[in-house]
């Protein structure tokens, strides 16, 4: 049986949480996610990885300590492990995020959102 492709629009259309991922996959021990962003999240590091961000519509800010990034469709970015973060969405963006499986997306497992996977 081969697999069937994942539809990220798709999968976006069946949850309207914000900074609530879905995992829509997996490949070599890392979670596949989407993710809609609005407003801004809370200041997080993740100690034993990268954090990877592919907007996919939207545009997404990501404040640094030390400056900002600005994402737009199609743009990437990823934060270095230990940097410490905080994505902001003015209005709301969908985003792909690849993360090592059970990385929480606060960075702190008593704070994180449940894995949901799609």
């Given at each position: 049986?081969?697999?069937?492709p994942?539809?990220?629009?798709?999968?976006?259309?069946?949850?309207?949480?914000?900074?609530?991922?879905?995992?829509?996959?997996?490949?070599?021990?890392?979670?596949?996610?989407?993710?809609?962003?609005?407003?801004?999240?809370?200041?997080?590091?993740?100690?034993?990885?990268?954090d990877?961000?592919?907007?996919l519509?939207?545009?997404?800010?990501?404040?640094?300590?030390?400056?900002?990034?600005?994402l737009?469709?199609?743009?990437?970015?990823?934060?270095?492990?230990?940097?410490?973060?905080c994505?902001?969405?003015d209005?709301?963006?969908?985003?792909?995020?690849?993360?090592?499986?059970?990385?929480?997306?606060?960075?702190?497992?008593?704070?994180?959102?449940?894995?949901?996977?799609?």
């Amino acid at each position: 049986m081969s697999p069937a492709p994942i539809n990220l629009a798709q999968k976006l259309s069946t949850f309207h949480e914000h900074y609530q991922p879905r995992t829509v996959g997996q490949f070599n021990g890392h979670d596949l996610m989407v993710v809609k962003a609005k407003g801004p999240f809370n200041w997080h590091r993740h100690d034993e990885t990268d954090d990877f961000f592919l907007v996919l519509s939207g545009r997404l800010r990501i404040l640094l300590r030390d400056g900002e990034v600005a994402l737009g469709p199609g743009d990437l970015y990823v934060v270095p492990k230990g940097v410490e973060h905080c994505p902001v969405a003015d209005e709301e963006a969908h985003i792909l995020l690849i993360e090592p499986q059970g990385t929480p997306n606060t960075g702190d497992p008593a704070t994180a959102a449940a894995r949901v996977l799609i």
